[in-house]
Structure formats: structure tokens, C-alpha cells
């Protein structure tokens, strides 16, 4: 069965950083590949989504990710990261004829 | 707003009693999903509904009871639940099963068993 890790369980960064966030999976066949953002007391939101073509993929508000496919990861990237963006971050696989997996979620935390 | 609406937003129960969570979509989206969100663990699919019919229950204890009437509307019937089953309980609903546009949420309804 698909399953997803993400890296880290909880990121601190400071404004203006650098941001990037490991999304690895372990099935290797066709996959679909999206990225989730939780702000505080809100509802999960698709920031992008990965099912073909050009495996870097551009989300909203700044973030994009790279699919790698030989090494089955979709990482998540920002190139300066602001406050607005603590969140939860959450990795989903969706392989033909399954249902998502999500990962277990990395917590971003970014100081002003 | 999503156009996922869940209700209530909140809700405490005992151990004895019966309530029901409720999921409201009107984006015309034909699969409707439960998933369970507990703390530090991933998002638990317990349902799955295609066309108003259960395509998927995910080993999820009997406790929970999913009802489908259409497609626009999606219940969890809880009875004699266990401390253990408080968490954030997501619906979820995609044009179609393969979901090709991803998911979209509602915002949760956050379950305290006591």
C-alpha cells in the first residue's frame, strides 16, 4: 500500500528564509502529487498539484515543488518565507485507481 | 467558505450519548469523503462515498455510522463513542473518485468525547 513521509514535524524559520519541506512516497507507479496548507483554525487548502508535463510546479503564494520521480519525492520550496505562512503542511499521493494518502504533516512555524 | 460546510463546528459528548455530524457541498462534486484528524498523525480516510454509494469504509469501528441521502449532503452518526475518538473529523468532496482536482475541505467539526 501507498505510503507518504514528510521530513520534518515541525520547521522554525525566521522571516525572509528559505523554505523547504521533504514529501517522500513509496509506491512507484503513476502517482498524482498534491501539497495542502492548514492555517491555524482553518480548512485544509490545495496550494498545487503535480500529474504530468513539467515536474516543477508552481502553487499559490510563492510556493512551488519538484517532482523527483527516481527518488519518489515532491518536496515543497518558498524561496523567502513570511509569518502569514505558519501552517500545518501536508503531503497527498493519489496512485491510479486509489484513494489519497496523506503524510503525517510538518508543522511550519515562522518568527517575525 | 469552501463550499464544504460542516455542522457543528464544535461539539462535546459523553460516552452515551448520539449525535451527528453533517457535510454540506453545492459545487456539484459526485464523491464525498470522511477523514479523522488526530494529533501528530496522518489524516485517516474512514469513508468513502461515489454517487451517494459507500465505496469505501476503512475499517472504522461501528460506532461510526456514515449516511449518504445525496450527493450534496454527507452525515457520521456517533453513538457510544470512546474518549479516544476525540479529534477534528474532515469532510471532504472531489468531482469524482479520481479526484483529479484534488480534494476540497470543510473546515472540520472538532469532537471532544468525555
Known amino acids: 500500500a501507498q505510503s507518504v513521509s514528510q521530513h520534518n514535524h515541525h520547521v522554525i524559520l525566521s522571516e525572509a528564509a528559505s523554505l523547504e519541506l521533504g514529501c517522500n512516497y513509496s509506491y512507484g507507479g503513476t502517482v498524482n502529487l498534491f501539497w495542502y496548507v492548514q492555517y491555524p483554525g482553518q480548512h485544509l487548502q490545495l496550494l498545487l498539484k503535480y500529474f504530468s508535463g513539467d515536474p516543477l510546479v508552481k502553487g499559490i503564494k510563492g510556493f512551488e515543488a519538484e517532482f523527483i520521480k527516481s527518488k519518489f519525492s515532491f518536496n515543497l520550496r518558498k524561496p523567502s518565507v513570511q509569518w502569514s505562512d505558519t501552517a500545518e503542511y501536508f503531503c497527498a499521493v493519489r496512485s491510479y485507481g486509489q484513494n489519497f494518502v496523506f503524510g503525517p504533516g510538518t508543522r511550519l512555524s515562522v518568527l517575525p | 467558505e469552501t463550499g464544504v460546510t460542516q455542522t457543528p463546528r464544535h461539539l462535546v459528548m459523553g460516552m452515551t450519548n448520539k449525535k451527528s455530524l453533517k457535510c454540506e457541498q453545492h459545487l456539484g462534486h459526485n464523491a464525498m469523503y470522511w477523514y479523522k484528524q488526530s494529533a501528530k498523525k496522518p489524516l485517516e480516510l474512514m469513508f468513502v462515498y461515489n454517487f451517494k454509494e459507500q465505496t469505501e469504509n476503512n475499517s472504522v469501528p461501528s460506532r461510526f455510522s456514515p449516511e449518504c441521502p445525496n450527493s450534496s449532503h454527507l452525515f457520521l452518526h456517533l453513538h457510544t463513542l470512546q474518549p479516544e475518538d476525540s479529534a477534528l473529523y474532515l469532510c471532504?468532496?472531489?468531482?469524482?473518485?479520481?479526484?483529479?482536482?484534488?480534494?476540497?475541505f470543510g473546515s472540520g467539526t472538532r469532537l471532544t468525547v468525555v
Open positions: 471532504a468532496s472531489s468531482q469524482d473518485m479520481a479526484g483529479a482536482n484534488g480534494y476540497t
